[in-house]
């Protein structure tokens, strides 16, 4: 079963200036929204307000219809998990040991071990993420993906109905991107989870979304699929770059940047 969030004239201010101005926005249900816009525009922002994790906010921000400030952090994070994008694991700690810090949430007043179930959640995030082969392998001696990986299996051992992840392929190669983009996309498409995402590649956004939400000085200028929303000219006024689309050998549209707006492309 998956969630959906709406939130209404949503403001939020740090260290006393305004970063989201009086933005409403939905995500559906059993969905892969991303969120995307240039430097600045507010996604990081917007993502953590809806993840509970700024409550320092006007406005309203529901989860399954019901206010997210209602929600006590256990029960929270029974239905949402977030992957960051910042995270560290301290050292000497195995893999298997830090995906079994995302069972908190499940754990009874005087658990102190996991039981049948969490040991269940923990196995299916580890194969589900693959990371499985090096469950006994300390954090610290993996790849950059790999980590990526184990830390998005933490998220997913919480068996969430919602997953946030904020720019879940930063510093990856490309294959790790597409390994890692494609296990968030089985999530949705075999599990029903929803999923939003802030992504910094236009491509991935085209590829891997259902929906798309486009920033700019923390305002919403336009929402929709990736078809109605990552047209030629929006992508010039918004991102300030001319970008010529094209569909690949797929099906895909790909965007292929041009050169920066006012400016004359190189091959002229």
């Given at each position: 079963m998956s969630a959906g969030m709406t939130a209404r004239n949503l403001c939020v201010k740090i260290a006393g200036k305004e970063i989201l101005h009086?933005?409403?926005?939905?995500i559906a249900a059993g969905r892969r929204t991303a969120i995307i816009g240039p430097n600045g525009a507010g996604k990081t922002t917007l993502l953590r307000a809806l993840a509970g994790l700024n409550r320092r906010y006007t406005g309203e921000i529901c989860l399954d219809g019901r206010e997210l400030g209602s929600y006590?952090?256990?029960e929270l994070a029974r239905v949402r998990a977030i992957l960051p994008q910042e995270r560290t694991a301290a050292q000497g700690l195995?893999?298997?040991q830090l995906v079994t810090y995302g069972r908190f949430a499940h754990a009874g007043l005087f658990q102190t071990r996991a039981d049948a179930e969490?040991?269940?959640?923990?196995a299916w995030a580890m194969e589900t993420a693959h990371v499985s082969a090096f469950a006994e392998r300390?954090?610290?001696?993996?790849?950059?993906?790999?980590r990526q990986r184990v830390f998005l299996a933490m998220a997913l051992s919480q068996r969430p109905r919602l997953l946030l992840?904020?720019?879940p392929t930063t510093y990856l190669d490309v294959a790790h991107q597409l390994r890692v983009m494609e296990i968030i996309s089985q999530l949705n498409r075999i599990h029903g989870m929803t999923i939003l995402m802030?992504?910094?590649?236009?491509?991935?956004?085209?590829q891997y979304a259902d929906e798309i939400v486009l920033m700019q000085r923390g305002r919403v200028v336009h929402a929709g699929t990736p078809a109605d929303v990552l047209t030629e000219e929006r992508i010039a006024d918004v991102f300030g770059v001319r970008v010529e689309i094209f569909t690949n050998s797929r099906g895909i549209r790909v965007p292929s940047p041009v050169a920066l707006v006012g400016e004359r492309s190189a091959s002229k």
């Open positions: 009086s933005l409403s926005v939905d006590a952090e256990k195995t893999v298997e969490d040991r269940e959640a923990i300390e954090v610290h001696t993996l790849s950059g993906g790999e992840l904020d720019e802030v992504l910094h590649d236009m491509a991935h956004a085209m």
